[in-house]
């Protein structure tokens, strides 16, 4: 049977800045390890003054929460800013499979160095300090820049299931409330692909004319809430979108959680028996949370999971939840609908 594949969060590539800005301060006061005497987990209420707070900054510490991976990474990383990331070497391979723990180990290196050398004055960094930490610095946001983005966690996905740029895309996000894994794997599709990916739940907070209070959502809405143009979503009914599954008109479906956006699985399950559907898990790997990836990887599909789960689903609750998923039919069909799919990867 197939393996887990991993997957994990990444950032708006219009969030990057060009390059790494001038540094006033050596740390940030944002701590989210309460580690560092003096700073403080310091709560923004707007995103221009977040990200200028890790601009100014040479570091900034971030750390495993509920779960490894955490969108502050990418922020202090996109901000031109070195993360310190408490225990990093604790990481399971795993989780964070994107993120460079070689440049972490090389960011507490040098913040050791420096802060042994001058106490972290930022009056007492030398010449060759302040190059050594212009050069990690870069060196950080050039991977975010070429291997974090949003874009390119799509790509990556394309990749895997062997499709290009001309692949059709349908999205399914049938949950209103935001999710970062889903927000963000949308935002990647939507920016590589423009209309070729279907969203048929449209998520207003996404979406730039959005006109309700971002500070509302969920982490104050900053950086994934209205970054997709209006322009590329194109509307189409629950009917019509089902209708162009049985047709076999998508290269790849994409369910963006396994646990609240589900809409219609049995529907596509019957007519395609798994085949080119993925399924992505981006929960947190806390008590309550219970999924069963080889339920889904049994009927073909391919499963996504973000963190290491403590524990899965009986097999049990998974099928209850999709009764009577079994279409004979459908299995006789399916040579048939396969052909076509293949043929949907090149036209």
């Known amino acids: 049977m197939?393996?887990?594949?991993?997957?994990?969060?990444?950032?708006?590539?219009?969030?990057?800045?060009?390059s790494v800005p001038e540094k006033t301060q050596f740390i940030s006061v944002?701590?989210?390890?309460?580690s560092v005497p003096g700073k403080r987990n310091y709560q923004f209420t707007e995103e221009a003054a977040y990200y200028a707070e890790y601009q100014k900054s040479i570091f900034a510490m971030t750390c495993k929460k509920?779960?490894?991976?955490?969108?502050?990474?990418?922020?202090?990383?996109?901000?031109g800013c070195i993360p310190l990331f408490d225990k990093i070497d604790a990481c399971p391979?795993?989780?964070?499979?994107?993120?460079?723990?070689?440049?972490?180990?090389?960011a507490w290196s040098l913040h050791n160095r420096l802060l042994g050398t001058t106490g972290g004055d930022m009056n007492k960094l030398s010449s060759k300090d302040h190059k050594d930490c212009l050069?990690?610095?870069?060196?950080?946001?050039?991977?975010?820049?070429?291997?974090l983005t949003t874009k390119t966690l799509a790509l990556s996905i394309l990749k895997d299931w062997e499709l290009d740029t001309n692949a059709r895309v349908l999205f399914v996000a049938s949950d209103p409330r935001p999710d970062y894994q889903r927000d963000l794997l949308l935002h990647g599709f939507k920016s590589l692909l423009g209309k070729r990916c279907t969203d048929l739940h449209r998520l207003p907070y996404m979406y730039s004319d959005f006109s309700g209070d971002t500070s509302k959502l969920y982490g104050r809405g900053m950086?994934?809430?209205?970054?997709?143009?209006?322009?590329?979503?194109?509307?189409?009914?629950?009917p019509?979108?089902?209708?162009n599954v049985r047709d076999a008109y998508y290269s790849l479906i994409i369910y963006g959680s396994c646990h609240r956006c589900m809409d219609g699985y049995m529907e596509v399950f019957n007519c395609m028996q798994g085949c080119n559907t993925m399924v992505v898990c981006g929960e947190d790997p806390d008590s309550m949370h219970t999924c069963?990836?080889?339920?889904?990887?049994?009927?073909?599909?391919?499963?996504?999971?973000?963190?290491?789960?403590?524990?899965d689903a009986p097999r049990s609750a998974a099928m209850a939840r999709f009764p009577n998923m079994i279409n004979i039919n459908g299995l006789i069909e399916h040579t048939i609908r396969a052909a076509k799919m293949k043929n949907a990867k090149t036209t």
């Open 135 to 147: 050069s990690l610095g870069q060196n950080f946001l050039d991977y975010t820049r070429n291997n």
């Open 223 to 238: 950086t994934y809430s209205k970054t997709i143009d209006p322009s590329l979503h194109e509307p189409m009914t629950r």
């Open 30 to 34: 944002i701590d989210p390890t309460h």
């Open 93 to 106: 391979p795993s989780a964070l499979s994107t993120f460079p723990k070689g440049l972490a180990t090389e």
């Open 240 to 243: 019509e979108a089902f209708e």
């Open 66 to 79: 509920a779960g490894w991976d955490c969108l502050r990474h990418y922020e202090i990383m996109a901000n």
């Open 292 to 311: 069963d990836p080889y339920w889904f990887l049994a009927r073909r599909n391919r499963f996504y999971r973000r963190e290491p789960a403590t524990k």
């Open 2 to 18: 197939a393996a887990v594949r991993p997957i994990s969060f990444a950032i708006p590539e219009e969030k990057v800045v060009d």
